[in-house]
């Protein structure tokens, strides 16, 4: 199985600061025949359903505001907020669809410092 | 607009079964693979299983969790999917999610099941 390791478990940020989260994956999500990632990134707030914001790595949905951004490949991934607004906050977790078992890291909770 | 619809939770005791439906519309359900998820209360995210879509043989994979005791199916010309959840245990109580494809877009509300005596 793919283990999904995400640091930090929390971040306070200020408002309009950026904040950053973490994702290493245990083993390659890069499929080398389409040069993809198969790593999706998903803000959950409280009481409601997870939303998928990003996935092929940085691939932002539509509609999705253009502070969030993710990167990285192979095994090492970020998802950035570049200015943390009070609406950003929530749980963020990556996940990877690579093969099977699909494996979430942890959660990283976001706040307004 | 894409919309997926999940139902059939409720207070199940443990050992007994429980179906749940996920009813989607506003794309073509057949092309596509249902992932179901699930979250325990105060918990993390958890794969259950997904169904491929009909172009892929609408073959099924499951975590080891569940596999043996859950199944999923779907009817594609009434565009709902199944979890077929057998032989409950407390640790299965969680709101269960479904989603289109792997990479989970959209979500549906989720329907909450608890297992309890």
């Known amino acids: 199985d793919i283990v999904m390791t995400q640091s930090p478990d929390s971040l306070a940020v200020s408002l309009g600061e950026r904040a950053t989260i973490n994702c290493k994956s245990s083993q390659t999500v890069l499929y080398s025949s389409n040069n993809k990632n198969y790593l999706a990134w998903y803000q959950q707030k409280p009481g409601q359903p997870p939303k998928l914001l990003i996935h092929w790595a940085s691939m932002r949905e539509s509609g999705v505001p253009d502070r969030f951004s993710g990167g990285g490949s192979g095994t090492d991934f970020t998802l950035t907020i570049s200015s943390l607004q009070t609406e950003d906050v929530a749980v963020y977790y990556c996940?990877?669809?690579?093969?099977?078992?699909?494996?979430f890291g942890g959660g990283t909770k976001v706040e307004i410092k | 607009e894409v919309q997926l619809v999940e139902s059939g939770g409720g207070l199940v005791q443990p050992g007994r079964s429980v179906r749940l439906s996920c009813i989607a519309s506003g794309f073509s359900f057949g092309d596509y693979a249902i992932t179901w998820f699930r979250q325990a209360p105060g918990k993390g995210l958890e794969w259950v299983g997904f169904i491929r879509g009909k172009p892929y043989g609408g073959t099924t994979e499951y975590a080891a969790s569940v596999k043996g005791r859950f199944s999923i199916s779907r009817d594609d010309s009434k565009s709902i999917a199944y979890l077929q959840m057998d032989s409950l245990k407390t640790d299965d109580t969680a709101v269960y999610y479904c989603t289109r494809g792997p990479a989970g877009d959209p979500w549906g509300q989720g329907t909450l099941v608890t297992v309890s005596s």
């Open positions: 996940q990877q669809y690579y093969n099977s078992p699909l494996t």
